[in-house]
């Protein structure tokens, strides 16, 4: 069964800086995709980013990278220029592409991101 | 394009009931999927709904069902309340399941708790 684990429960960030959030991830699948989300305290769970398995390219949106290591099997996301509205939390997803299970995604517990000005 | 909704927002019941909760997808999504999200657990895949039809199912107890409507609109009904089932509920919708795009969208949630 596929596991995604964020060993970090909390990070702090000073404004304007940088931060990484890890992600890990097993599955025995090669074909696969990968999210983040961010969930404030609003609670709506809103998609950052995603990673198709199959790229070697990271995906980059603005702010937001990644950095995914497909044999270490790890996904961080790194945000930029850290603003206040990025104090959130942050979910790693896995979502496998093929099977009876393919749009159920399969959550990290969570890195609660503190951005301090 | 309006997002996904979710009615009620906030819910609370006594054990013992039973309760309904609904989900309108994005315009257009076809998929629907439903999770619990609890500060023990985590975010967890109660099911999966698509033209109808339930194609995936998570490890809950029967108490908890759900169905889709011709209209992707999504119901999920939760029967014998426990104190256990005391979690935000989040509803997802998207476009397709077996085709490109796979990103999922959530609702806001809806937050039951049951006394």
């Known amino acids: 069964a596929q596991t995604v684990t964020q060993s970090q429960p909390e990070m702090s960030v000073q404004e304007a800086e940088t931060v990484t959030l890890s992600c890990t991830y097993d599955t025995s699948e090669s074909d696969y995709y990968l999210f983040w989300y961010k969930q404030p305290p609003s609670r709506q769970m809103i998609l950052v980013i995603r990673q198709e398995a199959y790229k070697q390219q990271n995906a980059t949106e603005n702010r937001f990278s990644v950095n995914f290591q497909k044999a270490a099997k790890s996904f961080s996301l790194k945000i930029s220029d850290s603003q206040l509205g990025d104090a959130a939390m942050y979910f790693c997803a896995y979502r496998a592409l093929y099977g009876g299970a393919t749009n159920k995604l399969i959550f990290g517990t969570g890195t609660l991101l503190a951005v301090q000005p | 394009k309006a997002g996904v909704t979710q009615t009620p927002r906030y819910l609370i019941k006594t054990r013992g009931q039973q309760v309904t909760l609904s989900c309108s997808p994005i315009s257009g999504h076809r998929s629907v999927s439903w999770y619990q999200q609890t500060p023990g657990q985590g975010l967890q895949f109660l099911f999966e709904?698509?033209?109808?039809?339930?194609?995936n199912k998570g490890n809950f107890p029967g108490r908890f069902s759900g169905r889709q409507f011709s209209n992707s609109r999504s119901e999920m009904n939760v029967s014998t309340l426990e104190l256990g089932d005391s979690a935000l509920y989040l509803c997802?919708?998207?476009?397709?399941?077996?085709?490109?795009?796979?990103?999922?969208?959530f609702g806001p949630g809806t937050r039951l708790t049951v006394t």
């Open positions: 709904y698509f033209s109808e039809t339930q194609r």
């Open positions: 997802a919708s998207s476009l397709n399941r077996d085709t490109v795009p796979y990103e999922q969208y």
